[in-house]
DNA sequence: GATGAATGAGGATTCATTCAT
DNA sequence: CATGAATGAATCCTCATTCAT
């Protein structure tokens, strides 16, 4: 939360500039940089007060998605949630879909920092229980944000120009990649970036319909398994 | 199309009862028989000129949503495309959803039938060729359709709720199941219709972003490699 | 009235095309004929009631700017007056602008059509006498519709990049120029169509203000006299 | 500027007050003293900071009036330009109006001292040089302030009751009476003040159409020998 | 049956003004 | 005095659905 103000910023004509925030991919420490505010007309909070009702907006516009569905999450009713008024809300965000956006690059980035600090630490373990651990952890950040995280992508058609670059994937690539590298030895595919594309998208799918759905009845180790052995049969063999 | 009048049919209230037509499951033989509930019903278009209207009114709605995009296509809009009067269009389905959701199966239950077919004809073959060949027909049949049948799925939120019952493997799913135990010489796992379940997402999904992104810049035939042996792999070994 | 189903259609974007609907300049007869629909979204009105509808919509609006000033007329009060809903409004008006753009041109050119008719028989009088016809002619008119002639498009911004061609002056200027021409023998200026830009400015500027203000204390005879008497004098001096 | 603090001023609630600062109408020495209605300023800004915030405000609301169009000028966005805060602005203007007016008067006053010092200067030359002088030196008052003395007036319906008062023959008008009558051996039209009234709309309006339009393709000279042809005309003949 | 006019609740957004800090 | 966060009534416009003709 504490990049909260550098976040909150105009999004031009709606979604018209088809070139969104781009993807931190520093290569060493891809720690993101504050994406840079294009021309932002809404004043970023300098009280403390301002900072707490833009992130009241965020929470309240969470709240209501999540419990009352995307559709309900109207301007008027984000900020009554919020205890504010409606100009509140437009003084922090130019457009209702930049809340939305705000929200969701809160929950991917701090997803994003989950993700490549635990591949860090599991760099040097052996490729199938590494990616196993890896694997445990997204279903966990998935469950946790499901809402967010998949639900609005698909509610806000607008935002979907933007969904490559608001994955949690995108903002751990280059981590993710280097994990690969690291274990090339173990690894018969040549072109790891590609067989890292293929694998997110299997995984992440299925995670996705595991979490709403659970049509497998597996458990959910053995899920984990299962998605595991995918992702490494298709790596070694 | 000959079916189309058994589609039609009235979803209550938008969307309350959350079992929509159940897609048929019969091991064996799975022509569909369409179970429509002749309750709520709003027509049934025996003559012909009905038939053509409802038909003109779901080419209309296509054409709109892939040429327009989903939220240009309204009530008033389809109608005009189709040459008839918004009147008319509530003579033939209950309400706009029903348009959505006839168009959807439409498409899906011709798309199903296209790889049953294809399916059976393959079920002598050995598994990775004959994979590879229905993986090629699903990405046609998914590129051709590729509005339908995903786009749409994502725009109109209560049609998530039935995208299970309204997707093209689990018309298939019988015959996908029928495919691999033909096959379960060659396959390790299981638990098959798991280990189905899994792959139809992981290979839909792939194709869904390769369709539409791209960002493997694999050409089709090495996409449809890709895939295939990533099913094969986590089949067999 | 008769060219309102005509007139009725969409403005494109809130103006946007800086070139409006040209004013009708045929040298002979210039009767306007009805002008080009941009790309109308609106239905025109096919039945008698929407005529009546729109009609409505016509006077509800006149009615509000001459009786509450032009910011009380709101499109929600516009209907509400003219009896119907906001919806119909918008059945028959693409946005704001076009009721107000179609009030006037709906007044200007049934104006036009007065001075031209009037001009046309007065093409063999002698210059001073006939033009003292015409100013009398104007100011009546310019009195009868002033809220709509003046103080629209006053308090409607975007609609003065269309002052010029929906003036008065502007459908009758042929046929005024075809005056001029027929008195030349008694005219000095050369160039007469920036002469009879000119006259035109100053004169209905004048009466814009003898209507509102009257701050020169002249009765209509004395303020018609000298009005006349300037342009005689620049035309012939 | 020296007077700016008098003309700051609250105007009651908005514009219900029908007589405005009414204009200095003495005939020989018009310097206008400041006649400020005690009652309702807001702030007697003694101080020179005081001073030089109102006129910051002034100077940007102009800044965006002519750059980025009346209705971009909102009193946050005139604060900011100014570079203070939207409170200070109500601090030194009772509400977004009277810095409209202010600016208006502003600029009207200072246009009208240099009128009258030409007129002064110009009193013993024979009236058609005198005239043509006079007409080149409005057309450039006018062009360099077109927005000022032209557009807001237009934009500001409220503002409209007080143009007659605003506007810079007012302010000149007896100064313009004296050179007539200084003149009066070479002028046949008997009431002198109708006649300047009358002239006076002629000539503000042409120049007006002039600078925005030009819709006579005249030059500059050619204009204003015309304009000047127009009023001598009437006057002497 | 068909037509298309009418409905109206509801949504996103603006901006002059106030007032607690 | 200055700040800038908060206000909220008000505006324009949409679109699924109904129903008189």
């Known amino acids: 939360m504490a990049r909260l103000a550098e976040r909150i910023q105009k999004s031009g004509s709606p979604m018209t500039s ?9 290569p060493k420490g891809d720690a993101r940089t504050a994406e840079v505010s294009d021309i932002d007309r809404r004043k970023s909070p300098k009280q403390q ?11 309240a516009a969470e709240q209501i998605i999540v419990r009352e569905g995307f559709k309900n999450a109207t301007t008027n009713r984000i900020a009554e949630v919020a205890g504010v008024s409606v100009g509140s ?3 922090y965000f130019p457009n209702k879909q930049a809340i939305v956006r705000a ?31 890896i694997m445990g952890l997204l279903l966990e950040i998935y469950r946790e944000n499901h809402f967010i995280l998949f639900r609005i992508l698909d509610d806000v058609p607008e935002l979907r120009q933007y969904t490559k670059s608001l994955a949690v994937e995108t903002y751990t ?7 690969l590298e690291q274990h090339h ?4 595919v040549t072109d790891l970036r590609t067989a890292l594309l293929l694998i997110e998208r ?14 497998t009845n597996l458990t959910e180790d053995q899920f984990l398994d299962e998605i595991t052995r995918m992702a490494v049969n298709y790596l070694t063999k």
Chains 1, 2, 3, 4 share one sequence.
């Open 202 to 215: 299997a995984t992440i799918h299925n995670m996705q319909y595991f979490i709403t759905d659970n049509p």
């Open 185 to 188: 030895a173990e690894i018969r």
């Open 18 to 26: 088809r070139i969104p925030t781009p993807p931190g991919a520093a």
């Open 173 to 179: 690539h280059s981590t993710n990649l280097a994990f």
């Open 89 to 91: 809300l437009y003084q």
């Open 103 to 133: 929200l969701v690059e809160e929950t991917v980035s701090r997803a994003a920092a989950r993700v490549r600090e635990n591949l860090r630490n599991l760099m040097d373990e052996p490729l199938e229980p590494a990616l196993r651990r």
């Open 49 to 59: 007060r301002a900072v707490i009702t833009a992130e009241a907006l965020l929470q």
